[in-house]
């Protein structure tokens, strides 16, 4: 976790800070994620904002905000190259602003209250295994966390389970379902390790069903998990307690 100096009286603020899409659907997948995060805790101020494509970008939030103490929290499932390096490089922008501002842990690979979310949106049609489909990385590290999730889920789910990728390494939705169906499951689900809609999503759920998976599950999006899971990284820097309401 890293810090811009000066300390600040005002109440915390959060700054949500996504990839950002072309797709139009994702910043509003990320904009409900923000107003749920904002109605659990209305005693933080909480802004989204975007690496890439349209805005606003993260600095330019922190600009707006008046003084206070910021956690900024990565809607992000691995610590690949956004969380190690474009993160870093907005810690470092923000020194000379009049804030605190600390970076929290990504929201990955497989907190209980993550694993919650992925099985929440899970439609569950008796499956009898469970692919988890992800955006995919080249970070070797990453990919490595998200299999860790997978093998989670399938523990927590009592399913065979395996992990898949939209890009990058690593077996596509539709050959891991057929390695599935290959091992004998006939029912095989998709849950979705995506926190918003969007061409990778969609090539993933398209691949997953023409491989025969029976159900695929929608983006985390505003899982009411992931709001407390947001609520309880952003607690951890700015040591406040989460009330149990969120």
């Not at 810090?3 to 409900?32: K, Q």
């Not at 909480?46 to 690496?51: E, G, H, N």
């Not at 009049?98 to 049609?125: C, F, I, K, N, Q």
């Not at 390494?169 to 849950?191: H, K, T, Y």
């Amino acid at each position: 976790m890293r810090s811009a100096r000066l300390t600040s009286p005002h109440r915390p603020a959060v700054v949500l800070v996504a990839h950002g899409s072309r797709d139009p659907r994702a910043a509003v997948s990320t904009e409900a994620l923000a107003r749920a995060v904002r109605r659990a805790r209305p005693d933080w101020t909480v802004r989204a904002s975007y690496l890439d494509h349209d805005g606003p970008r993260p600095l330019d939030v922190l600009a707006a905000l008046p003084g206070r103490r910021v956690a900024l929290v990565p809607l992000l499932l691995t610590a690949a190259y956004h969380g190690r390096v474009d993160l870093p490089a907005v810690i470092r922008e923000a020194e000379p602003l009049p804030l605190t501002v600390t970076a929290t842990d990504v929201l990955g690979p497989a907190s209980p209250l993550l694993l919650a979310a992925l099985e929440r949106r899970l439609p569950r049609h008796d499956l009898d295994a469970v692919v988890l489909a992800a955006a995919g990385t080249r970070d070797d590290a990453a990919r490595e966390t998200v299999a860790a999730a997978a093998a989670a889920l399938g523990r927590r789910l009592g399913l065979p389970s395996a992990v898949s990728y939209a890009s990058g390494p690593g077996a596509r939705s539709g050959e891991a379902v057929a390695r599935l169906r290959a091992a004998g499951a006939r029912r095989v689900g998709v849950a979705a390790y995506f926190l918003a809609p969007g061409l990778l999503y969609d090539t993933a759920v398209r691949a997953a069903v023409e491989a025969g998976a029976v159900a695929a599950a929608e983006p985390l999006g505003d899982a009411p998990e992931l709001v407390r899971l947001i609520g309880a990284r952003a607690e951890a820097v700015l040591g406040e307690p989460l009330p149990v309401a969120a």
